[in-house]
Nanobody, 117 residues
Framework: QVQVVESGGGLVQPGGSLRLSCAAS????????MGWYRQTPGKQRELVAL???????TYADSVKGRFTISRDSAKNTVYLQMNSLKPEDTAVYYC???????????WGQGTQVTVSS
């Protein structure tokens, strides 16, 4: 079993920055992807950023140039640096850890990010 714990959410003004962290623990022999998703009420959860085991990354178009995902493989931890935040970035952010391609992986409990003046 794998446990996933996020931290770092909060309230920030438009244009501000936040850094989210996600730590995976438990039975981890290898990790395929670690990623961040977000969800607002009434909408489907959407991909924000993903980092693969080889180090490649992918981002949603809406966050390109503003968000940066990074990973510390030794600590099984992934970070999301969010800059130039906008009100539309407000959501619950979830971390996902996937060991096997095609399977849903493991989710954290989510952390609220609110961008408001």
């Amino acid at each position: 079993q794998v446990q996933v714990v996020e931290s770092g959410g909060g309230l920030v003004q438009p244009g501000g920055s936040l850094r989210l962290s996600c730590a995976a623990s438990g039975t981890i022999s290898s990790i395929y992807t670690m990623g961040w998703y977000r969800q607002t009420p009434g909408k489907q959860r959407e991909l924000v950023a993903l980092v693969f085991s080889g180090g490649s990354t992918t981002y949603a178009d809406s966050v390109k140039g503003r968000f940066t995902i990074s990973r510390d493989s030794a600590k099984n931890t992934v970070y999301l640096q969010m800059n130039s935040l906008k009100p539309e970035d407000t959501a619950v952010y979830y971390c996902n850890v996937k060991r096997i391609p095609g399977l849903p992986g493991y989710w954290g409990q989510g952390t609220q990010v609110t961008v408001s003046s």
